[in-house]
């Protein structure tokens, strides 16, 4: 009887192999594999699974179910414009309503722990307040519709007390404001998604935003750079922990780590403010 010939990669005929994609069924060395939801898929399957260019514009302009991201913009748009008229048209965030709100470390070691949140809610102008909600609504079309609005607003939330403990690790001392730390969260956790989709970190759209506006951050003055890294932490591990729980059939487990990941977010800026 005679033997049958190896079996070689698909791309590298110069590889054995005897694992096949569980999508085209061609056969592929580990380098061409992905780990997929179900098997392992090539890397041509994955490509052409990914949404394309046409397609990725075609999911911005997506505006249903995006009740969380609404609810948000609409709370932080209005806080901005009662923040400014309490006080006497101060727009800039820097009257007293705007320091009640804003976080200072002092304060939040004396108990004023709803800082750590309220500071999402307090901008420095008209620009400050545009451009953030600018790039939450944006997120929000694009992640909002597959996480739900409950696993979105955990998102932001999660993050924007991250993006706190950031702030108050690095300078406590110095006073915060913005909800940047919330959104660099969610753009951070739409990131991982895509790039669990096949959709290279530089493809995604969010990728390439955050890279340059932490670039930006290091020559706009008065910008919490440790805010923005805290967020975009708290935002990647909250999402890490939902897409392993959906992955393992248990998304109520996702909603629980996210919580968890929030919680420790709190703890760690209450335990550095001073």
Not at 113 to 140: A, D, E, P, Q, T
């Amino acid at each position: 009887m005679s033997q049958a010939p190896p079996t070689t990669c698909y791309r590298h005929p110069d590889r054995e192999t005897g694992r096949r994609c569980t999508r085209c069924g061609r056969p592929a060395c580990p380098e061409c594999l992905r780990e997929a939801s179900v098997g392992s898929h090539c890397v041509d399957c994955v490509k052409s699974a990914a949404p394309s260019a046409r397609q990725r514009v075609g999911l911005f302009a997506r505006s249903e179910n995006m009740l969380a991201t609404k609810i948000i913009i609409g709370v932080t748009v209005a806080a901005f414009v009662l923040i400014g008229v309490r006080d006497g048209g101060n727009f800039a965030g820097t009257g007293r309503t705007a320091f009640d709100l804003e976080l200072y470390g002092p304060f939040v070691h004396q108990g004023q722990w709803w800082r750590v949140f309220s500071v999402s809610l307090v901008h420095g102008g008209f620009l400050h307040l545009f451009f953030n909600m600018l790039l939450l609504w944006i997120v929000g079309q694009l992640l909002e519709p597959g996480a739900g609005p409950l696993r979105f607003g955990l998102l932001y939330v999660v993050s924007v007390a991250a993006g706190s403990a950031g702030a108050l690790i690095a300078q406590p001392h110095a006073l915060s404001a913005g909800a940047s730390g919330g959104v660099f969260g969610v753009a951070a956790a739409a990131t991982i998604v895509m790039h669990r989709q096949g959709v290279r970190f530089w493809d995604t759209g969010f990728g390439p935003l955050l890279a340059i506006n932490f670039v930006l951050d290091f020559f706009i003055p008065n910008v919490s750079i440790a805010a923005h890294v805290g967020g975009l932490i708290g935002g990647l591990i909250a999402a890490e922990a939902m897409l392993r729980a959906r992955r393992a059939g248990r998304p109520e487990l996702g909603v629980a780590g996210a919580i968890m990941v929030g919680v420790a977010a709190v703890v760690v800026a209450l335990a550095v403010a001073r």
